[in-house]
Nanobody, 120 residues
Framework: QVQLVESGGGLVQPGGSLRLSCAAS????????MGWYRQAPGKQRELVAR???????NYADSVKGRFTISRDNAKNTVYLQMNSLKPEDTAVYFC??????????????WGQGTQVTVSS
């Protein structure tokens, strides 16, 4: 099982940028599909972006062209670069490590989450 720790959240103005990081430990990071999910108050957790062990990725329509997911297997870390942030991006962002690749519902391990607030 892998342990995950997110960092990089915070308060940013609309149009600004943030970079989230998720550091993994405890297992072979490179074999996991990694994902970023978010949950806003009163809403269900939703997929933001995910990336396979081989580097293929997909994104929610709402973040395409603004967010980029990447991974550094040597550092056991996955990143989410968020540009052109909007107030509707405000949520707690969670990192997920899925040993089964891309699945319809996320499986595997979760981090504790990091708050992203987009507000002027």
């Amino acid at each position: 099982q892998v342990q995950l720790v997110e960092s990089g959240g915070g308060l940013v103005q609309p149009g600004g940028s943030l970079r989230l990081s998720c550091a993994a430990s405890g297992s072979i990071f490179s074999i996991y599909a990694m994902g970023w999910y978010r949950q806003a108050p009163g809403k269900q957790r939703e997929l933001v972006a995910r990336i396979t062990s081989g580097g293929s990725s997909n994104y929610a329509d709402s973040v395409k062209g603004r967010f980029t997911i990447s991974r550094d297997n040597a550092k056991n870390t996955v990143y989410l670069q968020m540009n052109s942030l909007k107030p509707e991006d405000t949520a707690v962002y969670f990192c997920n490590a899925n040993p089964f690749g891309f699945t319809e519902s996320p499986r595997g391990s979760w981090g504790q989450g990091t708050q992203v607030t987009v507000s002027s």
